[in-house]
């Protein structure tokens, strides 16, 4: 038999070169071509299958290498730990910059404080003021304060104050924030009244009266009655419903809001802005993250004994002056808030999940890239073996 002959199973031989240079696992087309005609054509699978030794037949391709997704994962969870922003903190003991004035002199002491943030809401300030001192019980009216905290709305909103005074509001204090101070949002503005207020009860509420006036006797008694160091007032109570003026995207913000926060508390409406907290349970609360808009949350989680508050139902107005505040640059601090509350909730969980949401996120898009590109189902045959033969159905195709 001549050397280059190749055994076939069947009996017979053939000197055929190229498929010799096959069955040694050279991928080389096998041509026949016509010169009459110009085409050329491959041999026939059955006598290439005969043709080809055993070992060949059965021959499997190796398993392209593959790290896996644990390194991936490692590695974010080392990022995770490195890049996720760690806000400054509050601490009421140690960041404190203001303190309360003076007791008054002559008449009832300041028993409760009401905290206003304000930016731009010079229009609102006449209303809001005369409308809650009419609302309360008169010995009550005596013993609460109104504290302003002012973003320098540079807008008359100082000048109104005093105009009030003058009419015989006595209990009403400002504080006005310079921009050059660095320091502006609704949570430290919150913090800041805190630290300013005379009361040994401290009510928060807005100053475009969606809050209103008319129930903060309601939220002051759920405050003392309760053994909770806050109280809350809620738009999602039993009978209360939202003005039907309400933007449709503005329920669907604050829906969307609520639903994130709800697995940090069991409060049914942790982003309110309308609350009332002790003094003292705030100056003793953990160091807090100023930002945001939802100030709430925070001292819930930060509180002690705090998490299980008594709720006021109240009915949520529309705004009558003014504009909304609330903008991308809102949500996105909520959304580094809510991380933050997170972290620090679930601690080395937390950097865990982020990492294998990102890993699994990776592998998905991955996947679904191949399958995209009709690779998927030949990557699982190569993978498991699918011999020499099927490249050479490929390269059929191919021509």
């Known amino acids: 038999m001549a050397s280059d002959a190749v055994f076939d199973p069947v009996g017979n031989s053939s000197s055929n070169t190229s498929i010799q240079a096959y069955t040694q696992g050279n991928r080389v087309a096998v041509d026949k071509h016509d010169h009459t005609t110009g085409s050329s054509s491959l041999p026939p699978l059955s006598s290439i299958r005969r043709s080809l030794p055993a070992w060949a037949r059965d021959r499997r391709l190796p398993r392209p290498a593959s790290s896996g997704p644990l390194p991936v994962f490692l590695i974010l969870l080392a990022l995770s730990y490195l890049l996720t922003p760690s806000p400054s903190l509050y601490s009421p003991h140690h960041s404190s910059l203001y303190t309360p004035p003076p007791q008054p002199t002559a008449g009832p002491q300041i028993t409760t404080s009401i905290i206003v943030p304000t930016f731009h809401e010079r229009a609102n300030i006449a209303s809001l ?24 709305s540079q807008d008359g909103t100082e000048e109104e104050v005093e105009r009030l005074r003058g ?22 503005a919150v913090i800041r009244g805190f630290e300013r207020a005379r009361g040994t009860r401290l009510v928060v509420m807005d100053a475009d009266l969606q809050h209103p006036p008319s129930a903060i006797p309601q939220l002051l008694d759920a405050l003392e009655e309760s053994q909770s160091p806050m109280a809350l007032g809620t738009r999602y ?52 993250s100023p ?46 808030q809510l991380i933050h509350l997170y972290r620090r909730a679930l601690g080395i969980v937390w950097h865990i999940l982020v990492a294998g949401g990102i890993t699994g996120a990776i592998w998905a898009a991955k996947w679904l890239m191949l399958r995209r590109r009709g690779l998927g189902g030949r ?13 050479y159905r490929d390269e059929i195709k191919m021509r």
Request: hydrophobic share 40%; glycine share 10%.
């Open 129 to 152: 003021v005369q409308t809650t001192y009419s609302a309360l019980p008169p010995l009550l009216a005596k013993e609460t304060e109104f504290v302003f905290v002012d973003d320098d």
């Open 167 to 188: 009419e015989g509001y006595v209990n009403l204090e400002i504080l006005v924030r310079a921009r050059a101070g660095g320091e502006s949002g609704l949570s430290s």
């Open 237 to 288: 109570g039993k009978g209360v419903s939202m003005d039907r003026n309400w933007p449709l995207y503005r329920r669907v913000i604050s829906w969307g809001a609520r639903m994130l926060a709800r697995p940090l508390t069991t409060a049914s409406d942790p982003m309110t802005g309308f609350f009332a907290v002790k003094k003292d349970a705030f100056e003793a609360s953990a160091p807090l």
């Open 291 to 336: 930002m945001g808009f939802k100030i709430a949350l925070e001292l819930l989680l930060s509180i002690p004994k705090a998490s299980n508050p008594p709720e006021v139902p109240y009915a949520f107005g529309v705004r009558r002056q003014g504009s909304s505040k609330l903008g991308a640059k809102v949500i996105v601090k909520y959304v580094l």
């Open 379 to 391: 990557l699982t045959r190569e993978r498991r073996g699918g011999g020499l033969l099927p490249l």
